[in-house]
């Protein structure tokens, strides 16, 4: 994390280097200032919590500000990091050549930098930004990408894969759909051939669209031989919560769920993952894009007008995801949940802000050239000149 400065964290929350006794200044402006200050404390909480493994943070002791060189001085919350977690190393020098090669990484991944009328035109589409589990994701994941995919919406091919797992969300949703319209469970040949005809809407070759209609093919009739017993009339799928103009501190919000069904004492949300499941799992540990995506659903369900009013006021009691291929190290479905706390509630809700702000910011730097970068569809426009 780099500019980890006063003038970048602390100035918006704390005004005052030395804190005044309470009864000097009025109490509300204390709160006020105590109240931003924690919400910064929260988005730096957040943007540390990325590392996996470790975090580089760095303050430079000079900044430039209209042609004069200020003195900078580091954020409090670096001193509020444990010692113990922490391995300072407050000189650095560097030979020429790792200089030289410092500079030629920095060439490789410039910045964006704006002219005053793209920074007008962007910040005119930040405003229309609402933002979904996805485009957290993608922006906690790589900012940039968030700037390609969300924000200015590169046009962009679908994998062969994406296409599949786009023609088997949309077989399961008409099978749900037509179930709950006749109240009488359609043959597995209903959901199949909803697949096949999705999938011939997909801009695939013929060699690929071979190779994906027997692999999607496969998945549903294991998936229709394994749940169908327990498929129920009352299931309502693809619940978009887009026209009901959600917002968090008046940031939008807005998602889709692909599965609700009702239980005994609330509602069980799913979402369906297509996909290698055991990678699948890693992903819905704490922290990473699958729990995040659950615990955003939880904040929409208990937020949305149209949710409470279409299924009676039940509260959403169980959040999962239902990966529609088999573990291949188990060899078996898995359809894990995940409980959520109202701490987990908090965190979100800070990931959503982090975001909105460093969006409004428009700071959609690259990431290092790393592991996601070899999935990423902006790959060329990223690395290669
Ligand atoms: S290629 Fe890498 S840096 Fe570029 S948008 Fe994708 S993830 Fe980000």
Not at 163 to 176: E, K, N, P, V, W
Not at 290 to 308: A, E, H, N, T
Not at 331 to 337: A, E, H, R
């Amino acid at each position: 994390m780099i500019r980890c400065t006063h003038n970048s964290w602390d100035k918006a929350g704390r005004i005052d280097n030395i804190s005044l006794p309470r009864g000097l200044v009025s109490a509300e402006i204390i709160d006020e200032n105590l109240e931003l200050e924690e919400d910064h404390r929260r988005l730096f909480y957040v943007a540390l919590t990325r590392a996996k493994k470790m975090v580089h943070l760095s303050h430079a002791r000079f900044r430039s500000e209209q042609n004069k060189v200020r003195e900078d001085l580091p954020s409090i919350f670096l001193n509020e990091i444990p010692e113990n977690l922490l391995q300072k190393n407050l000189e650095v020098s560097r030979t020429d050549q790792e200089l030289t090669e410092l500079e030629s990484l920095f060439l490789l991944s410039p910045e964006p930098s704006f002219n005053a009328d793209e920074e007008s035109f962007l910040k005119t589409l930040v405003n229309r930004v609402i933002l979904s589990p996805t485009a957290i994701n993608n922006y906690l994941t790589c900012p940039r990408k968030f700037f390609y995919q969300n924000l200015i919406r590169l046009p962009q091919a679908r994998s062969k894969s994406a296409a599949m797992g786009s023609a088997i969300h949309a077989a399961l949703d008409r099978y749900f759909k037509e179930y709950h319209r006749k109240k009488i469970k359609p043959a597995k040949e209903f959901l199949t051939l909803n697949f096949q005809s999705s999938l011939q809407r997909e801009l695939l070759t013929e060699k690929d669209y071979k190779e994906k209609l027997e692999i999607g093919m496969n998945i549903l009739n294991d998936y229709f031989d394994a749940f169908s017993e327990q498929f129920s009339a009352d299931t309502v799928t693809e619940f978009d919560f887009k026209r009901d103009g959600i917002n968090i501190d008046g940031i939008p919000i807005t998602g889709k769920i692909d599965k609700i069904e009702p239980l005994e004492n609330g509602l069980a949300v799913t979402d369906f993952k297509t996909g290698n499941a055991d990678g699948g799992m890693q992903k819905l540990t704490h922290g990473n894009d699958y729990w995040r995506q659950l615990v955003f659903y939880k904040l929409l369900c208990d937020r949305s007008p149209q949710f409470k009013r279409q299924f009676q006021d039940r509260p959403m009691t169980v959040a999962k995801i239902e990966f529609l291929e088999k573990s291949r190290s188990k060899g078996q479905f898995l359809c894990p949940s995940v409980n959520i706390s109202a701490a987990d509630q908090t965190e979100v809700i800070a990931n959503i802000k982090f975001v909105h702000d460093q969006i409004a910011q428009l700071n959609f730097e690259k990431i290092d050239k790393s592991e996601p970068c070899n999935h990423c569809p902006f790959y060329d426009l990223c690395w290669k000149k």
